[in-house]
């Protein structure tokens, strides 16, 4: 009888292939490659580009999944090292790194969306509690000078120069200099307050004014606070709010969804430090005061599942061609 003989079969190297093991071991298989680039120092540049999917939960236990594709997320150096007979990096991707590129342009595809979502809440985010606890010292100034008029400008504490600045930068207080100069509200602050008023926006006293008048200021200013005051716990309202409604508008209706799918998918916006890191950061609370305040609903059939406000959603459905390309019925 004739005995078997083991066949070893050399599989061809390339670059491509090399990059595409490392790929697949050490970061996922939403990453793929792009175009290979040889270059006159011998290397080869591959560029990288991404699939990433999100899954749409429909009723009777149907689902969709769109992608968002991205053809420029990085790329990847390599060269052959002749005394090993194989290839090696010169630039090597890391996983950190391109999941921070993703989240960016993932929330850059939902720019405008967000936009609309801070348009929306600009008279509730200062109900919000940890809004009120992070621009309680914005809160504290604007009480002042609608309640007093006037207050010395040394008796604005140092913490609170970098919140006055931005209200004076923005025209809402100004000094008034003299002998004794003085902290008064701006002429844009003083018109913003009539027309809370005037078309009764919020109930007629002070805090009420000033809470809508702090949310004004967050809508305007919610990038700015969020990247450059470093005040990432802001970004917890928002974040959730456009994740449930980027999948409606994808939808183009009303859908239900689960607190926990909500909690996955308000993880793929977010920048790191996440909110779900701090101390003290609930879901089901932030999901609650987005509820109270009319950002979202609980369903009508079961209220452990949200869905849409229909008024922030006709709003939002305009943008429906500017998300994901791709649809996968399942």
Request: with cysteine.
């Amino acid at each position: 009888m004739k005995s078997l003989e083991t066949v070893h079969i050399q599989m061809q190297k390339t670059p491509e292939a090399f990059v595409r093991k490392y790929i697949s071991t050490k970061i996922g298989f939403n990453i793929r490659l792009g175009h290979t680039t040889k270059n006159d120092d011998g290397t080869w540049t591959i560029q990288l580009k991404a699939v990433v999917p999100s899954y749409v939960k429909l009723e009777n236990e149907r689902s969709k999944t769109f992608a968002y594709v991205f053809h420029d997320v990085g790329e990847a150096i390599v060269k052959y090292d002749e005394k090993e007979y194989d290839y090696d990096f010169v630039l090597k991707p890391k996983a950190t790194e391109l999941d921070l590129i993703l989240m960016k342009k993932i929330d850059k595809l939902t720019t405008d969306v967000q936009q609309e979502i801070l348009n929306y809440g600009r008279y509730s985010w200062g109900n919000l509690s940890k809004v009120k606890w992070w621009l309680g010292t914005v809160h504290k100034i604007i009480l002042r000078c609608l309640k007093d008029e006037s207050f010395p400008s040394d008796e604005l504490p140092e913490r609170y120069q970098r919140y006055f600045e931005l209200l004076r930068a923005n025209k809402w207080i100004r000094i008034e200099s003299g002998n004794k100069p003085k902290v008064i509200a701006d002429n844009k602050l003083k018109k913003l307050e009539q027309e809370l008023l005037s078309e009764n926006k919020v109930k007629h006293d002070l805090n009420s004014v000033t809470d809508a008048l702090v949310g004004i200021l967050f809508a305007e200013h919610y990038v700015q606070l969020r990247d450059e005051f470093k005040i990432p716990q802001l970004t917890s309202y928002v974040t959730t709010t456009k994740a449930y409604y980027a999948d409606a508008v994808r939808e183009g209706r009303a859908i239900h969804m689960s607190e926990s799918t909500l909690l996955n998918k308000f993880r793929t916006y977010n920048y790191s430090p996440k909110p779900s890191t701090f101390k003290g950061f609930n879901f089901p609370d932030t999901v609650a005061e987005l509820v109270s305040n009319r950002f979202l609903k609980y369903s009508k059939d079961d209220e452990r599942f949200i869905t849409a406000n229909p008024e922030l959603l006709e709003l939002l459905l305009p943008y429906q061609s500017t998300l994901a390309q791709i649809v996968i019925d399942n």
